[in-house]
């Protein structure tokens, strides 16, 4: 049996460590290339896009896949879509592997919005030191605000963004000690960050909740009509399994 995992996630190398770890299933995993040395899951590894729903349609079809799972970031909205109308091309089964998202809780100041463009106005009267967490893609939302920011990132981002930014470089998993620290040391208003959902990245929350800060999330799109879901690889190992 051949899994093709689209990845880019925490869930989709540990998914596939269990599939290639089981023995008896080929499992290839697919990135996109954004990051440049990402950490690679066991098991074969393909990187680049596939040129739209055709090009994966084909690429299923060529490598005999029989089980499609996309474990793709929860805001990886576009290979999401392509990957439901691939799959249903090509007859193959589709599980979307999704972490859960991220829940408020006790002292929690969230200001839920629907998008990037929402997040940078609901800014507005909330301080002058924006903490940005929502990745280097999407930071032209953010150009036209007068705040100073101090964006995190992997790998560094284009322009455009805030004249007024700081860039730090870095990879989770964070903790909550060097996300207070941060809080401290730059003086931070407030905290703005995707419904990622899952624990390297949640002590920021946390950390946000005790300084007393705001913190505007932006939500989730939702997960392609019809396509089941499990909420860890475990889960989706189950879902491979039965097939
Ligand atoms: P996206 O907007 O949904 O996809 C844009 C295009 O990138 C897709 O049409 C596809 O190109 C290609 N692509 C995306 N994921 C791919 C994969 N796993 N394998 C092969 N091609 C892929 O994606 P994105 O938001 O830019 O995210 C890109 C990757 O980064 C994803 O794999 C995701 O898991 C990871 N990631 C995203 C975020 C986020 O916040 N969006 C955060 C962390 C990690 P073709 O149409 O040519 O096939």
């Given at each position: ?67 499609v799972i996309d474990a ?103 903790t909550l000690d060097d ?65």
């Amino acid at each position: 049996m051949h899994v093709l995992i689209l990845g880019g996630t925490t869930e989709a190398r540990a998914l596939a460590g269990l599939l290639h770890g089981s023995g008896d299933v080929r499992v290839t995993s697919s990135l996109a290339g954004r990051v440049a040395s990402p950490r690679l899951p066991a098991g074969e590894v393909r990187i680049g896009g596939f040129g739209g729903v055709d090009g994966l349609v084909d690429w299923i079809r060529a490598h005999a896949v029989d089980a499609v799972i996309d474990a793709t970031h929860p805001f990886a909205e576009r290979i999401s879509f392509n990957a439901a109308l691939a799959a249903t091309t090509a007859h193959v089964p589709l599980l979307a592997l999704r972490r859960p998202g991220w829940v408020p809780g006790d002292g929690d100041d969230w200001r839920s919005v629907a998008s990037l463009d929402e997040a940078a106005r609901a800014l507005d009267g909330l301080g002058d030191r924006v903490f940005l967490t929502t990745g280097r893609m999407g930071l032209a939302a953010f150009a036209d605000r007068p705040e100073w920011f101090l964006v995190r990132s992997v790998d560094a981002p284009d322009a455009p963004m805030p004249a007024r930014t700081e860039i730090l470089l870095d990879r989770g998993p964070f903790t909550l000690d060097d996300e207070r620290q941060l809080i401290r040391h730059h003086r931070i208003d407030v905290l703005v960050t995707k419904d990622s959902g899952g624990a390297a990245t949640a002590p920021k929350l946390t950390a946000a909740r005790e300084a007393g800060l705001p913190v505007v999330v932006v939500r989730r799109p939702p997960v392609p009509e019809g396509v089941p879901t499990a909420a860890t690889p475990e889960e989706a190992a189950a879902w491979v399994a039965t097939r």
